[in-house]
């Protein structure tokens, strides 16, 4: 069974620039978590969704940070105009429903982001 | 305020020795998760062990163990016979059942650990 992907796993920017992040989780999981985590720090949710449902987005920076999951299969996060403050790695993870029960996640590489 | 508070940034042991990690929590709902990763230099997260509000005893899996102090809202990870190779970053995190059966994480801020040869 293929893991988590994620795309690019490296990206550097200059300020202002926009950059998208790619997630593909393993395949037949219906909920799909977006984190970012500063250096030194843990992740911190930023959206989740069931299917293509957007669950909670409330820790998602609106103005600049988007992020879709039309087929309730990938995701794709993007940064419309970066700024320093977003350098960090960013995490994608996907569970499989267990009818209320807590599902394991299971984690991607990363994407590490440099904004300069 | 931090709901998941590790309070050990970093730690270390030598080759064999048996580790404990704490962490604390705040939560007002009857039922949650608490799940323990370790990140790897790599960036990887993963998964070690959780245990329920519900679970009357403490979880194992294989070398890893927690303390689970359901009064205290406090649990640790103990880690039994300590090898180089599980140094690395641990992070607790809180799970808490969400809209929909759905559960939304919460994590610490981690804890550095080195375990020397």
């Known amino acids: 069974e293929a893991g988590v992907t994620q795309s690019p796993r490296y990206a550097v920017l200059q300020e202002g620039q926009a950059v998208s992040f790619w997630c593909d989780p393993i395949?037949?999981?219906?909920?799909l978590y977006w984190y970012q985590q500063p250096r030194d720090q843990g992740p911190q949710l930023l959206v989740y969704f069931r299917d293509e449902a957007v669950i909670d987005n409330s820790q998602l920076p609106s103005d600049r940070f988007s992020a879709v999951r039309p087929k309730g299969t990938n995701s794709t996060l993007k940064i419309q105009s970066a700024k320093q403050g977003d350098t960090a790695t960013y995490l994608c993870?996907?569970?499989?429903?267990?009818?209320?029960?807590?599902?394991?996640?299971?984690f991607g590489p990363g994407t590490r982001l440099t904004v300069l | 305020a931090q709901r998941v508070t590790q309070v050990q940034p970093t730690g270390s042991s030598q080759w064999g020795e048996e580790v404990t990690l704490d962490c604390s929590y705040e939560t007002s709902e009857y039922f949650y998760c608490i799940i323990w990763y370790r990140q790897l230099f790599s960036g990887e997260m993963v998964f070690l062990i959780y245990q329920t509000s519900f679970d009357t005893q403490n979880q194992r899996n294989g070398r890893y163990s927690v303390v689970f102090q359901k009064s205290l809202k406090s649990i640790s990870l103990v880690i039994s016979a300590s090898q180089p190779e599980d140094s690395g970053t641990y992070f607790c995190a809180l799970s808490e059942p969400h809209s929909g059966g759905n559960y939304k994480p919460t994590f610490g801020k981690g804890t550095s650990l080195v375990v020397h040869p």
């Open positions: 993870a996907s569970s499989h429903d267990r009818g209320g029960n807590y599902a394991e996640q299971f």
């Open positions: 395949s037949g999981h219906d909920t």
